[in-house]
């Protein structure tokens, strides 16, 4: 028993400042993103596409993303699902604006979508990195015009 509590005691400082860092690295990353509509936004915001965009590049990683919402004993908690859909290219003449009217004419099952941009200053992981906080963005943005 001794040897477990040893190792709890040696363990929690570790977790502790690995926590602490990863919540400097969350915010430094949050306060280095903007967030936009495309287009104008429809009253339903549920369901629609995530354009993501990372420092000088003009590659744009594209998402269909819908929320979902669980009940819990108390209150209620938003979650965001998130497919990858395609890489496109932005430029004067293929604005984000553009890509969005591209991807009504690919995707005809949603004639209006929601459509968000998400620019980060500086480029990092994708996938372990911007996405998810991005999504944390995205819910808020979203509970915002709910």
């Given at each position: 028993m001794?040897?477990?509590?040893?190792?709890?005691?040696?363990?929690?400082?570790?977790?502790e400042?690995?926590?602490?860092?990863?919540?400097e690295?969350y915010?430094?990353i949050?306060?280095?993103?903007?967030?936009?509509?495309?287009?104008?936004?429809?009253?339903y915001?549920?369901?629609?596409?995530?354009?993501?965009?990372?420092g000088?590049?003009?590659?744009?990683?594209?998402?269909?993303y819908?929320?979902s919402?669980?009940?819990?004993?108390?209150?209620?908690y938003?979650?965001?699902?998130?497919?990858f859909?395609?890489?496109s290219c932005?430029?004067?003449t293929?604005s984000?604006e553009?890509i969005?009217?591209?991807?009504?004419?690919?995707?005809?099952e949603?004639?209006?979508p929601?459509?968000?941009l998400?620019r980060s200053?500086?480029?990092v992981?994708v996938?372990?990195?911007?996405?998810?906080?991005?999504?944390?963005?995205?819910i808020?943005?979203i509970?915002?015009?709910a």
């Open positions: 001794a040897e477990i509590e040893d190792i709890i005691s040696y363990s929690i400082p570790h977790f400042n690995t926590l602490s860092e990863g919540r690295i915010e430094f949050e306060s280095n993103i903007t967030i936009t509509t495309v287009g104008v936004t429809p009253i915001s549920k369901e629609g596409y995530l354009m993501l965009n990372q000088k590049s003009r590659d744009v990683n594209i998402y269909r819908k929320v919402i669980f009940q819990g004993s108390d209150e209620e938003k979650g965001i699902n998130t497919e859909l395609l890489q932005y430029s004067l293929h984000f553009k969005k009217l591209d991807l009504i004419r690919l995707f005809k949603m004639p209006n929601a459509t968000f998400i200053n500086f480029t992981p996938s372990h990195t911007l996405l998810p906080v991005a999504k944390r963005i995205l808020r943005e509970s915002k015009a």
